[in-house]
């Protein structure tokens, strides 16, 4: 779990503010978690009581806040190695990793039994699901044993729509998990394209990601077929009486811009050079279109689930898009 | 000669933080047990 390296800086505290134990949450991680959650639960057109609804969502974001917490105490050894990580509390020293795994375990056991008792079992058995299996089976297991570590487990942050689904109607149908199989399939391409421009690090702390196994040629290919399959999926959506004529659109639209970006990432020498060690961020021309594909990855998803969910208001509303 | 034993004022503001945001987060708890068991009594949801 620690490495010596980073044993000294996790023996040693410094004083640890009510706001490191925030940023222990993933709080950005947790804003789009509750942001597909909340679609799932919309999208299920179930008569469902605002208050409890809120609950609903609340456990959500706690739920993926004790699982992020629970990362950031197993995964302290390796955040120290990377640079993008090492100023998290845990690496960086001010929170010890017990007292993140503490947090984690607490607000996980809350979340569920919350979820179990307020809203139904369905939703606390998914939610269950979601944090055993990212901070075990992806966390613990897969990430520093296969470059499918976030294949496998983008199931963990693939899943919030089901659990909000389960919780407005007790049930998770085909659509829901429609809506799973999205977030599931872009995955594998958002984080490739990231690590192309960022292997360096990966390698470093010796977690296997796709460029550093494989390469970055292969990752650029897999990206490509990834992002193919991705398209095809998100527009089925709109067939299954789920999405509308705008989510149709934005799907079909927004698909081509995303496969196109793959093309070009895929045609690209992106990854193939070792990134520049003087800033984290700082990109180099041959790694843009990874950078590209990465930021307009984060537009694709928000783009389908917020279409989804001005269908969903607008109908509300008497208006059918 | 300062005493080691002795909490910095940066510590104990840390800690009157943290010990802050605990008891708020209890108060939290305590209100959203009040608020679920009043929402579960009368619930009529409203389907978007």
Redesign the interface.
């Known amino acids: 779990m620690t490495q010596p390296s980073a044993a000294a800086s996790l023996a040693a505290p410094a004083v640890a503010r009510w706001q490191d134990f925030v940023r222990l949450l993933k709080p950005r991680v947790m804003s789009l978690v509750v942001f597909t959650a909340f679609t799932g639960l919309i999208c299920a057109r179930a008569p469902m009581d605002p208050v409890l609804m809120a609950v609903a969502v609340l456990c959500i974001a706690v739920g993926a806040g004790g699982s992020a917490a629970l990362n950031m105490a197993y995964d302290a050894d390796i955040d120290f190695v990377m640079r993008r990580t090492r100023a998290r509390p845990v690496p960086s020293g001010v929170v010890r990793a017990a007292d993140a795994l503490a947090l984690g375990i607490t607000l996980s056991l809350f979340s569920v039994g919350v979820m179990a008792v307020a809203i139904n079992v369905l939703a606390a058995a998914l939610l269950a699901f979601t944090i055993v299996f990212y901070a075990l089976v992806y966390t613990v297991w897969l990430k520093r044993r296969t470059p499918q570590n976030i294949v496998i487990g983008g199931l963990a942050g693939a899943l919030p729509p089901a659990v909000g689904w389960a919780a407005a109607s007790g049930n998770a149908p085909l659509n829901a998990w429609l809506l799973v199989a999205i977030i599931f399939l872009w995955t594998p391409p958002h984080f490739w394209a990231l690590s192309l421009y960022t292997s360096g690090d990966y390698a470093k702390a010796g977690v296997p990601m796709m460029p550093v196994v494989k390469g970055a040629a292969s990752t650029r290919r897999q990206i490509l077929v990834y992002s193919v399959v991705l398209v095809l999926v998100a527009l089925a959506p709109g067939f299954t009486g789920l999405g509308g004529l705008l989510y149709l659109g934005v799907a079909a639209l927004g698909g081509l811009l995303f496969v196109g970006l793959s093309v070009r990432l895929a045609l690209s020498r992106a990854g193939d050079t070792p990134p520049p060690h003087d800033g984290l961020y700082d990109v180099k021309a041959s790694a843009r279109p990874a950078r590209d594909l990465f930021a307009y990855s984060i537009l694709y998803l928000f783009s389908l689930f917020a279409a989804l969910l001005i269908e969903r208001f607008a109908a509300f509303g008497g208006v059918n898009l | 000669m300062s005493d080691p034993n002795q909490e ?1 004022t ?2 104990a503001a ?1 800690r009157r ?2 010990n ?2 605990i008891a708020l987060a209890l108060a939290a ?1 305590v209100i ?1 047990v009040f ?2 068991t ?3 009594m009368g ?6």
């Open positions: 910095s940066e510590a840390a933080g943290r802050i945001a708890f959203l608020v679920i009043i929402a579960k619930a009529h949801g409203t389907a978007l």
